[in-house]
């Protein structure tokens, strides 16, 4: 257990002096739960309130040293409350005390047999989650569309991914989830190949909300004694209410990692790894996040996901009412204008379920790209999107939506429709036009993206690159599918994808030259 320490209450000017309340001994019990405040908002609280000589680092010492223009932003308390690991706040490597409380408090909740914090995102989780299940040379089933978190963890594990392609839209330029079936065609190929399978890796729901068929998928995997993973990070939110899909747990995989500060609502950068059954090793997992989260992690966020929780254990069955009322009104003002499509199940039938608080329209039949109506709708109404994509924009609904910003979008759309509306037979050829597979269908991988990660490597103009191996790991952001990943053989079809997007309008992240001028290559 944590040594007690003495909290020093602030000095008050009359009835305190001289009393025994100058001095308050206060253990762990008696941190955790005040008046029913989440266990480690209401330790950061305690602590924040001493009335300590302090000789500790953050170098702002408790916003006396706070930098007058971030103070004039946001105001004294934030740097107030921004604490080291104090004794009191628990230790996030090894808690007894306030954190593993308040973990212990979002397992009930999210129905895993344990969770941890995480201070690096759903990225660090998922670097840990593959790293806790996979070994050197070990392969990972995962579909190609997977973040580049997951990819990074390939890099830093030395395992071998086996890709999935999912199911492409063209007319959307959407990927999709994975079947069932895909699955086990790629669990037999390595089988057959006497190959080691560490773990299957499945992105649920992607980031247009579409979901795969959990529960299948793990108990086929499980059959296999296969680990399941899947990157949850946009659906926290799954689970609390009767039109939300089943959560990841539910369903059975064995890890899922989820962004708490996406739907929920603690601040940015600030996610949960959940763990169920008994097929991986909690030891192992305890390692990995050790290796990957910094030694110094923020206090705020670690309260943000506590009091996230809290939030959420307040009204789980209810708590979505008036998000979800709004998705059903956005869906219905939108809906019918003219040039106006939505996107839905009949064009993923493998995939029959959708996030309802997650709504896509398209804008081809207007003759514009998601990223020039997007940027039409910004500077008509003040919409800010979540996804701009090269034929669509999607939009998040959550807790905090509300309706004046559902009728300024519905006004910017249909502002937008009156203004582009061109009739669908005039554009069709060119919709037609560009209607292909996926870009990264026809990959060939001549290095794993570990050994492409460490090779020798130099800049060739982008006309030079074609069937040379990839160097750089080169994706539109967001939503951060890579096109080109190291070690894969550089396609026309990728190329032209990416020089498409760019021209759309957007960012290219991961290449050393963003205008796509030159491309990195490994000299081998």
């Not at 966020?301 to 929780?309: F, V, W």
Request: net charge negative; glycine share 8%; charged share 20%.
């Amino acid at each position: 257990m944590l040594q007690e320490r003495r909290v020093i209450e602030p000095r008050k000017k009359q009835q305190d002096a001289g009393s025994t309340r100058d001095r308050i001994l206060i253990t762990n019990s008696e941190i955790a739960q005040p008046n029913s405040i989440p266990p480690l908002v209401s330790a950061l609280k305690t602590c924040a309130h001493q009335n300590a000589a302090t000789f500790h680092f953050p170098g702002h010492n408790r916003g006396r040293a706070a930098p007058s223009s971030l103070v004039h932003l946001i105001g004294l308390k934030p740097f107030i409350h921004d604490l080291p690991e104090l004794p009191e706040l628990d230790n996030l490597f090894s808690p007894e005390g306030p954190i593993l409380e308040a973990q212990k408090l979002a397992a009930k909740l999210f129905g895993s047999s344990e969770t941890w914090f995480l201070v690096g995102g759903t990225t660090c989780g998922i670097q840990a989650a593959i790293l806790a299940t996979c070994s050197p040379g070990d392969y990972l089933i995962l579909p190609r569309n997977s973040h580049i978190s997951a990819i990074s963890a390939i890099v830093l594990s030395g395992v071998i991914p086996k890709y999935i392609i999912p199911d492409y839209d063209c007319l959307w330029d959407i990927t999709a989830g994975v079947t069932l079936s895909q699955i086990e065609k790629a669990i037999e190929e390595l089988h057959m190949e006497g190959q080691k399978i560490g773990a299957v890796f499945i992105t649920s729901p992607t980031y247009h909300g579409i979901c795969s068929n959990l529960t299948d998928i793990s108990k086929l995997c499980h059959s296999y004694e296969i680990p399941v993973i899947v990157d949850e990070a946009h659906g926290a939110h799954f689970g609390f209410h009767p039109q939300l899909p089943s959560s990841a747990l539910q369903q059975g995989v064995d890890l899922a990692v989820q962004s708490t500060h996406k739907v929920l609502c603690s601040l940015t950068q600030s996610s949960m790894l959940h763990m169920s059954g008994n097929i991986v090793d909690r030891e192992r997992i305890c390692r990995c996040l050790q290796t990957l989260q910094s030694t110094s992690p923020s206090y705020l966020l670690l309260a943000s996901l506590d009091a996230a929780r809290a939030q959420l254990s307040e009204k789980p069955d209810s708590i979505f009412n008036n998000a979800l009322d709004l998705a059903i009104e956005t869906k219905n003002l939108i809906g019918n204008i003219p040039g106006i499509s939505m996107l839905g199940t009949p064009g993923f039938s493998n995939f029959p379920v959708i996030d309802p608080l997650r709504l896509t329209f398209g804008f081809r039949q207007l003759g514009l790209s998601g990223f020039e109506a997007d940027e039409t709708l910004y500077s008509d109404q003040g919409v800010i999107s979540e996804l701009v994509g090269t034929r669509s924009i999607t939009f998040a609904i959550n807790l905090g939506t509300c309706r004046d910003h559902i009728q300024r979008l519905a006004c910017g759309i249909k502002n937008l429709s009156e203004a582009s509306l061109l009739s669908f037979e005039t554009i069709k050829g060119q919709i037609e036009d560009h209607c292909g597979s996926a870009p990264f269908t026809d990959i060939a991988m001549c290095l794993n993206p570990r050994e492409a990660f460490f090779a020798r490597k130099r800049k060739v103009a982008i006309g030079e690159s074609l069937g040379k191996i990839c160097g750089e790991l080169i994706c539109p952001y967001p939503p951060g599918i890579p096109v080109m990943i190291p070690g894969e053989t550089i396609t026309k079809k990728a190329l032209e994808y990416l020089v498409l997007v760019k021209n759309k309008g957007a960012t290219i992240s991961g290449a050393s030259d963003p205008l796509l001028n030159f491309i990195v290559i490994c000299d081998v």
